[in-house]
């Protein structure tokens, strides 16, 4: 096989690809032979020189047991949480032991850590009420880590029945962190949002009714009453949840232009519907033409702004909100906003506003920062020679 080719070669540590479990082991501290593998599965995927090379990290001090461990080394992810029983019928007066899965180097492996803690706590109480680590027989280790391992992997969830006992091991896919919440950046709810308003905490239910698509955090703070902080504490949890999106501002100088995910609007016929629904300037009115929608979806591009679209196009005769339906393209992926990034590009040294034109704040970051109007933050840029705009 061409390793260009392999998973190895195209993903890395950190790419967020998940990976299949490779392997199960359980491994102790044997009194006489120090740390050794007792079972795993597959046989032997773990070799001898694999784990000597890394056993101090498998069974480690007693300041790192009960600790959720992750070696990443030769090619490997270990994933383990070493534990000690402490009891004076063993040979140390302690039976440290770890259970370990095992996966690409490469693969995403934060979602196997609570099934591998339950699973290593399992064991441990399965030891002290019936010895079931301490009393040699392999096999019925064996044939257990292989059914997790199968099981997890095909169905990511397990059933585990050793004698009385019985528990359930299930991946579960871990959230990634929210987005940093700034001033200027517009909250909407998805179509799913469902939840009644008091399901939520006073704030977010202080919150919630100034949320509409077209005010910034900075102005829903000021129209809520509610410290900036809190509303962006509040809007980071709902996005966390998946209750709201968080989009650009918009404005009529804003420059859009079609994305990949705008083929889906004339292929999908329940996004369709949704769309004509959500754009309506009269809701009692005729519905919005498909076709029109997606004429003006078409023409954005090519540094048209959305005021020369409306002046060419007229989307108020056809029914057509343009603000609802750039919200409705931003929130669906249809559209994306290019955004302007000024750059002092002077040889002397920055003074004054040129300080905050380093090509990192956008215009609209910009506004909200340091309270100046999109008019006159322009005014600067364009009477100061020095000063460059990008546009991304």
Known sequence: MDPSTTPAAQYYEGCGHEGPIRCIFLCEFHPKLGP????????DYISKEIFDAVSVYIIPKPQLQRCILTVNVLGYKIVGF???????????????????FVCDSWAKSVQYEPVVKKLAEYFASMEEESGFLSDGDTTRYFGLLDRVLNDLNTYRQCTVVEGETTIYLKIVQAATDPPIVKDHVVPVFVEEYLAKP???????QQVIPFIDGFNHIARIAYQSDVETNLVK???????????????PILKYSNVYMVSAGFRALWSQDKLQKQCRDYISLRPAGPQPSLNKILEFY????NGTTLKSLCVRFRPHKFNID??????????HNLIKCIHKYPIYTGGDPPVNMQRLFTGQLSIDELCCSIGMSLPQIEDIIESDPDVLMLYK
Do not use: H
């Not at 050794?36 to 046989?43: A, M, N, R, T």
């Not at 070493?82 to 370990?100: E, H, T, V, W």
């Not at 809007?235 to 999106?245: C, D, H, P, S, T």
């Open 233 to 247: 504490a509040c809007i980071q949890n709902l996005v966390y949840y998946g209750v709201v999106k968080l989009l």
């Open 322 to 331: 343009e603000r609802r339906l750039v919200v409705f393209g931003l929130q």
């Open 36 to 43: 050794k593998i007792k079972c795993q599965v597959p046989d």
């Open 82 to 100: 070493p534990l000690r029983i402490d009891s004076q019928k063993y040979a140390r007066n302690a039976l440290y032991f770890n259970l370990c």
């Open 298 to 301: 078409s023409a954005m591009g």
């Open 198 to 204: 008091e399901d939520w905490d006073l704030t977010t």
